[in-house]
C-alpha cells in the first residue's frame, strides 16, 4: 500500500485546509499527527465503507475525514484551525481501525504533510 499526502501549508487561526491522501487496498484509513517535540499522535480514522469515523477529541466537531474509494482517497477537512493544530500530519492504513485508534497501530505509513498554523 503507497500513501502520499498532499495540501498542507501555511494558514491562519481560524481559517481552513484540506487534506488528501491517496491511498490503495481495503483498509481503514486515518490521520496522525506530529508537533514539535511531541509524539505522534492520531487524529481522525475511517472505516474501509466510509461508514464510520472517528475523531480524538481535540479536533471533534472542527475536522472532517471522509473517503472517495473511486478515487482511492481519504480526505481530512480541516476547519476553525488553532495554533496548536501545527504539526505534520500522517496518512495511515490498518486492516484493524480499532488497533489503529486505540493503540496507534499502523500497518503503513506515509509520508507527512505539514500543517501550519499562525496566530
Known amino acids: 500500500v503507497q500513501l502520499q499526502a498532499s495540501g498542507g501549508g501555511l494558514v491562519q487561526a481560524g481559517g481552513s485546509l484540506r487534506l488528501s491522501c491517496s491511498a490503495s487496498?481495503?483498509?481503514?484509513l486515518g490521520w496522525f499527527r506530529q508537533a514539535p517535540g511531541k509524539e505522534r499522535g492520531f487524529v481522525a480514522a475511517i472505516s474501509w465503507s466510509g461508514s464510520t469515523t472517528y475523531y480524538s477529541d481535540s479536533v471533534k466537531g472542527r475536522f472532517t475525514i471522509s473517503r472517495d474509494n473511486a478515487r482511492n482517497t481519504v480526505y481530512l477537512q480541516m476547519n476553525s484551525l488553532k495554533p496548536e493544530d501545527t504539526a505534520v500530519y500522517y496518512c495511515?492504513?490498518?486492516?484493524?481501525?480499532?488497533?489503529?485508534?486505540?493503540?496507534?497501530?499502523?500497518?503503513?505509513w506515509g509520508k507527512g504533510t505539514l500543517v501550519t498554523v499562525s496566530s
Open positions: 487496498g481495503r483498509y481503514g
Open positions: 495511515a492504513a490498518s486492516s484493524i481501525i480499532r488497533n489503529m485508534i486505540e493503540r496507534n497501530e499502523v500497518e503503513y
